[in-house]
Nanobody
């Protein structure tokens, strides 16, 4: 079993920054990819960013490219999402997700095996 716990969400003004953390416990030996997704009220869950666990390759949704940075600390079993230049449209519940094995599409929520409970990010205008 894998447990994912997000933290770092909150209320911030437009243009501000937040850093989300996702701590992994349980199975910590190997995984393929960690991802961040978000879901705004009335909208479907969407891909934000992903990072491969071994090589550290990163992928971003166009909406956040240049503003968000995903990173990891293997020793701490933690994944981060640094969010800068936040906009009101970034308001959502942010989830981290764990894909244990290679395959599928890193941007598809259906290819991830475990999910955190989510953390709310609210950006005021």
């Amino acid at each position: 079993q894998v447990q994912l716990v997000e933290s770092g969400g909150g209320l911030v003004q437009a243009g501000g920054s937040l850093r989300l953390s996702c701590t992994i416990s349980g199975r910590t030996l190997s995984r393929d990819t960690m991802g961040w997704f978000r879901q705004a009220p009335g909208k479907e869950r969407e891909f934000v960013a992903a990072i491969t666990w071994s090589a550290g390759s990163t992928y971003y949704a166009d909406a956040v490219k240049g503003r968000f940075t995903i990173s990891k600390d293997n020793a701490k079993n933690t994944v981060y999402l640094q969010m800068n230049s936040l906009k009101p449209e970034d308001t959502a519940v942010y989830y981290c997700a764990d894909r244990l094995y290679y395959g599928g599409t890193y941007s598809s929520q259906y290819d991830y095996d475990y999910w955190g409970q989510g953390t709310q990010v609210t950006v005021s205008s």
